[in-house]
Structure formats: C-alpha cells, structure tokens
C-alpha cells in the first residue's frame, strides 16, 4: 500500500493534479507539513520578489494597469450557472452576473495570492441565526506595496437566507459565506460565491410543505421570546440605550431593531430564566 507522502509525490509529478496538490496543502495543515519536509527545495512552493508563484509556475492574467486579474485566473470548472437567474448551463456564454464560483475555485485562488493566517470571529451563535468574520492576514505582494495585509468579511446564516439541507448546518454555512466573501472582496471579484447564495423561492416552498414551521419574522420571535420571559420592551430599549446601539433612544417597537441585533438579542434572552 502506498504512504501518503508517496501518493502526493505521484500527484506531484503528474501536472494534472496540480490544482488538488495546492488543495490539499492549502487544507489539511498537517498532511502539508508531513509531505512538504520530504520535498526538495526544487519542489517547495516560491514566490518572486512581487510576491507571486514561480514554483508552482503558475499562468497569471494581468490588467492593463498592471495587477493581477484575479477574476480570470478562476478555471473554468470552478464556475456554475446561477439557476435563480438563468436557464442556461453553457458556463463560456454567460457574463459574470449570470455566474457563480465553486468553493474549490475560492480555495485555490487564496492558496495562489498566498496568506499566512485564516481566522473566525463568531458574533452570534444560536439555534436559529449564526454570524461570524472571517479575517485573512495575506502575504505582501506588489500589489499591497510589498506590505502585510489583513482583510475581514462578514456573513450569516438563518433559515431564511439558506436552503433546505444548509439551514441544518448555520455555523458551518456562515464560515464558508464568509471565507468566500473575504477572498472575493479583497481581490476585487464580482462574481458571487455559490457558498453566498440563499434559499430561492422554490426551495423554500418545498421546504415550507415539507416541514412547517412557525413564524420565522426575528421581531415575531424577539417578542415572542420577551412574553415568555416576562420582558418588557422598555427594558429591551433601556438596555440598549446603555450599551450605545445607534438610534436606541427613539426605538417604539422591537420591530425598529435591525435584524442582526434582533437575532443578537434573541440569543442573549434564551440565556435568561422565565419569570414563574
């Protein structure tokens, strides 16, 4: 039977497993680091004094301005039709707004510009909303002026904005909505990630026959959430007021409460004990 460093040597010498050779070093750290210390230093990835690869060689596309077009270094089999927008599945014929990007094109665009850290902040986290950022720490290049850059994006994830088989999975789907939209937004790419996309109409009338469920409005349930624990909305104001949330003091109903800090609240009011 074959070890694993020698099937990724095979993988290695074999040009068409290039792009899931940069996948796996990009996702499972310690099969990189087993496989990357049995490498000569012909083999172990090296960049340019502009920061891009030179070994792997890797055929970039330029603008005219000189920067790298990061949306044309997206392969082909990386990109879908979105079907809430077209019925056409000829993927060379359809503009960018009519597309999406596969969660393995992301990965291997990241592991191409390079970066030294990924990590997750998670803001909310309950049974029926979860949000998170993702914050990637880069490697300089010429187009950050050879200097270390951070980048952040926000996602979530609710029964309302995620499919029927997502909404099972809210942490995980607001991760990937969040790494995916990290690397679109710092290297400038306009086609959405298949990872953003959220529940169609179709999909949630399926679900809706399929599996009812009570009013999801988050201000129905905020306020459902209150009754039950004997909350007045003065009280709700009040503290909101105290912990400096914009426009608190002019709020009248808990509808007025924007929806990320209704789910906020929502998940913070479980925590409390119902009057008796």
Known sequence: MLSTPDVLYILNRNKTYAPLLRGIFLFDKKLSLVYHSQ?????????????LLVNPPIDYVF?????????KMVRKEFLVANKQRTNETDVSVLEDRDLLILLGGIKELAQIRGFTNVHYTVHTASQEYFSTTCTIDWVPNYETDNKVVSFSA??????????????????????NRSFVRCVRNFLKINVVGQEEMGGGQKTNRAFSQSAPKADSNPATLLQSIMSSKGIQFETVKNKLVEEGYSGAETLTSVNEISKTKTFELIGRLKKIPANK
């Open 63 to 71: 603008n005219e301005d000189g920067s790298v077009n990061w949306r």
């Open 39 to 51: 490498m000569s230093e012909a083999q172990k990835l090296s960049r340019d004094d502009k920061g």
């Open 154 to 175: 926000l996602a979530d994830a609710h029964q309302e904005n995620t499919y029927s088989f997502a909404s099972n999975f809210l942490a995980a789907t607001a991760e």
